[in-house]
């Protein structure tokens, strides 16, 4: 089984800034894609942000600027660093791994972690 662990969240005042990690775990061979989204309350759930194992990214127009994803191959981590932050950024981030190859399991398949909540108030 795969597991996908997030940490970084937390209260923080507009204009400030956060760093989640997400450190996935298992008997992972391979990771295609790995990415952050987020759902703020009474909204569906959007992308943040992705990061190939080649390192090619892509993010969303609202966070452009301001987050920066990295990923450590070898540990099979993928960072968010979130600055400027603003109240609309409120959400519980989830980190997700696209196309992951596990040992004892056919094909690729998509994890996601449980979420952790960043909220941005004075």
């Known amino acids: 089984q795969v597991q996908l662990v997030e940490s970084g969240g937390g209260l923080v005042q507009p204009g400030g800034s956060l760093r989640l990690s997400c450190a996935a775990s298992?008997?992972?061979?391979?990771?295609?894609?790995m990415g952050w989204y987020r759902q703020a309350p009474g909204k569906q759930r959007e992308l943040v942000t992705a990061?190939?194992?080649?390192?090619?990214?892509n993010y969303a127009e609202s966070v452009k600027g301001r987050f920066t994803i990295s990923r450590d191959n070898a540990k099979n981590t993928v960072y968010l660093q979130m600055n400027s932050l603003k109240p609309e950024d409120t959400a519980v981030y989830y980190c997700?791994?696209?196309?992951?190859?596990?040992?004892?399991?056919?094909?690729?398949?998509?994890?996601w972690g449980k979420g952790t909540l960043v909220t941005v108030s004075s």
């Open positions: 997700n791994v696209d196309g992951a190859v596990v040992r004892g399991i056919v094909g690729r398949r998509d994890y």
């Open positions: 298992g008997s992972i061979l391979s990771i295609n894609v």
């Open positions: 990061i190939t194992g080649s390192g090619s990214t």
